[in-house]
């Protein structure tokens, strides 16, 4: 069992940034594979980034890679990740997921979801 937490948004200008977290329990984040998703109103679920710490492998959907960077803690047993340069675009839920399977990058493959975290971005 493992349960994830996100906090961390809010509203921001654009070409601002944030950065969001990820708390897990249960078991160390280090055991699976963490992802980052979003979802705005009337659109599906969409890839945001990665992370697989024992292999040592990130991956970000290509439209946001350089602006965005997903890192951990073990320690702290938390995944975040950094948003910058942020767009109107990027307005959504955010969501942290963690997946059994790895590295993948569609939703259907993450077994355990946190309840989302709201990003708003004004211009």
């Known amino acids: 069992q493992v349960q994830l937490v996100e906090s961390g948004g809010g509203l921001v200008q654009a070409g601002g940034s944030l950065r969001l977290a990820c708390t897990v329990s249960g078991r160390s984040f280090s055991e699976y594979t963490m992802g980052w998703f979003r979802q705005a109103p009337g659109k599906e679920r969409e890839f945001v980034a990665t992370?697989?710490?024992?292999?040592?492998?990130?991956y970000y959907a290509d439209s946001l890679k350089g602006r965005f960077t997903i890192s951990g803690d073990v320690a702290k047993n938390t995944v975040y990740l950094q948003m910058n340069s942020l767009e109107s675009e990027d307005t959504a839920v955010y969501y942290c997921?963690?997946?059994?399977?790895?590295?993948?990058?569609?939703?259907?493959?993450?077994?355990?979801w946190g309840q989302g975290t709201q990003v708003t971005v004004s211009s």
């Open positions: 997921a963690a997946s059994r399977l790895g590295p993948v990058r569609h939703a259907n493959n993450y077994h355990y």
């Open positions: 992370i697989s710490w024992s292999r040592g492998s990130t």
